[in-house]
């Protein structure tokens, strides 16, 4: 593992399946260290635009948490079966989401994870929600991402 100096500072480097992912922890506004990720197929191939989009959802964070939970507050009572629950009513004690991290595909796209959830569906792995630059474009659980990544 290598590491590579960035707009957002310095980043460490690894690979998989032949793409490199850089990871740095970054201060939000509260003072919390949040776990930042870009994936690019290499580190020559990055964009200034995805430190662009990081920094600006770094300063607008606690606006994209809220969003990312009404969203799948939303879903839950949409869908309870898909997020694990054995009736079609869901009761979620609050915060149902919490510790997130940000990964950013490139362009535009980009997710929260939620490394903890209340959904029992989640609770092993947790949860991402996907944007395509400020709009909420769906949801992936954590082990959905796992095994898709194996």
């Not at 793409?19 to 290499?42: F, M, P, Q, R």
């Not at 969003?67 to 009736?87: D, W």
């Not at 980009?110 to 400020?134: H, K, M």
Request: proline fraction near 4%.
């Amino acid at each position: 593992m290598h590491e590579v100096s960035t707009p957002l500072g310095t980043m460490s480097v690894s690979f998989y399946n032949d793409d490199a992912y850089l990871h740095t922890y970054c201060k939000c506004d509260d003072g919390e260290n949040i776990l930042v990720s870009i994936v690019a197929k290499d580190t020559k191939s990055l964009d200034e635009s995805v430190f662009t989009l990081a920094k600006q959802v770094l300063d607008s964070l606690d606006k994209h948490i809220e969003a990312s939970s009404n969203y799948l507050l939303r879903a839950c009572k949409k869908n309870p079966l898909e997020f694990g629950f054995m009736s079609e009513t869901c009761s979620l004690p609050e915060p149902f989401v919490s510790d997130p991290g940000l990964t950013f595909w490139g362009g535009t796209m980009w997710s929260i994870r939620f490394s903890e959830c209340t959904f029992p569906l989640c609770q092993e792995y947790g949860v991402a929600v996907n944007f395509d630059g400020s709009e909420i474009i769906g949801h992936d659980t954590l082990d959905d991402m796992e095994e898709e990544g194996e």
